[in-house]
């Protein structure tokens, strides 16, 4: 089974961090995407930040500047540095991963779609 175990999420004020972390059962030695979605009630999930295994990385307009996607491959762990949060990143964040695809899919419109395995979410709330 490919089981993705998150970490990292919980309260904070605005313009504090967070590191968000992802460790992911199996290697995709094939070649991977892994990446990071949020979503919050009635709004849809979007993509965050994503790196793929030629080390690509692709981040949302929103973040740009202030998250930070990595993988570490040795731990087999994914994770996102979130610098100087905001209340509208309040949503519950999933990592997700799928073979071979380009990072630029996590932010790209449905690109949720094109991804397979998933964690169970974890919630960051960003009090102003």
């Known amino acids: 089974q490919v089981e993705l175990v998150e970490s990292g999420g919980g309260s904070v004020q605005a313009g504090g961090s967070l590191r968000l972390s992802c460790t992911i059962s199996?290697?995709?030695?094939?070649?991977?995407?892994m990446g990071w979605f949020r979503q919050s009630p009635g709004k849809e999930r979007e993509g965050v930040a994503g790196?793929?295994?030629?080390?690509?990385?692709s981040y949302a307009d929103s973040v740009k500047g202030r998250f930070s996607i990595s993988v570490d491959n040795a731990k087999n762990t994914l994770y996102m540095q979130m610098n100087s949060l905001k209340p509208e990143d309040t949503a519950m964040y999933y990592c997700?991963?799928?073979?071979?695809?380009?990072?630029?899919?996590?932010?790209?419109?449905?690109?949720?779609?094109?991804?397979?395995?998933w964690g169970q979410g974890t919630q960051v709330t960003v009090s102003s």
């Open positions: 997700a991963v799928e073979g071979i695809r380009p990072a630029s899919m996590v932010v790209a419109v449905n690109g949720a779609i094109g991804f397979g395995y």
């Open positions: 199996v290697q995709f030695t094939a070649g991977y995407c």
């Open positions: 790196i793929d295994s030629s080390g690509e990385t």
